[in-house]
């Protein structure tokens, strides 16, 4: 299988790539994007998103440039256009233990082969091949370029969020219904009060623990 990097010279979001792709050929294309690389807490989150390239989905983008209100209309619509989508999930265990690179690349194969019409063509956001098995272009910026790689962030990042809101509900002195779990002030400090939760990433936590001997983990 061959991998590509594609910088997209063309402004906003539409199926360009999609078609292009259609056009050498192939018949489902997928887009993938993750979230929850950057957080202290809880899983990295992949999709992977088949569209019909006639779907017009009104304010699709960048899940980062859209409000949760936003995403989660956007959600209910994308699940209900997509051809096929799929939604993997790596814990923070795992993410300890291979790295948090490796436990993305792990979330989006998980996510491309829970397709249930398996793509043969994907466009992955980013610039790093996360060895798919199928044809692959890593777009860099894709989340603004690429209807499907804009789907499939919105997937990952609602995905995420919700379960975040839900660890909410069983460590709420850590505030992660508002945070997510990245690394705010009022995050630190709550790690800094109560010691790390069960759903901490304890290899992000390393440099805190080092300014902070008494930290628990």
């Known amino acids: 299988m061959t991998m590509k990097i594609l910088k997209p010279t063309h402004e906003g979001v539409t199926y360009d790539l999609e078609r292009q792709a259609a056009e050498n050929g192939f018949l489902a294309v997928c887009g993938i994007d993750e979230a929850g690389r950057g957080p202290l807490a809880g899983p990295v989150v992949a999709a992977a998103v088949i569209l019909p390239l006639d779907c017009e ?47 993305t690349y792990q979330a989006m194969r998980q996510a491309a082969e829970g397709l249930s019409v398996p793509a043969d063509f994907a466009y992955v956001d980013g610039n790093r091949d996360p060895r798919l098995g199928i044809e692959t272009t890593c777009v860099v910026g894709g989340d603004a370029k690429s209807m499907s790689i804009a789907a499939a962030s919105v997937l990952a990042k609602v995905t995420r969020d919700r379960h975040m809101i839900e660890m909410d509900a069983l ?40 300014a902070h001997p008494e930290l628990t983990l």
């Open 57 to 103: 989905i009104a304010g699709l983008n960048d899940s980062k440039k859209l409000t949760e209100k936003k995403r989660e209309a956007l959600f209910d619509v994308i699940c209900a256009q997509a051809v096929s989508y799929s939604i993997a999930s790596v814990d923070h265990t795992t993410i300890d233990e291979i790295n948090i690179l490796q436990a």
């Open 171 to 210: 460590y709420p002195e850590y505030g992660f219904a508002g945070h997510k779990g990245y690394g705010t002030k009022a995050h630190t400090e709550a790690i800094l009060a109560h010691g790390a939760s069960p759903i901490h990433r304890r290899s992000f936590l390393k440099k805190l623990k080092a």
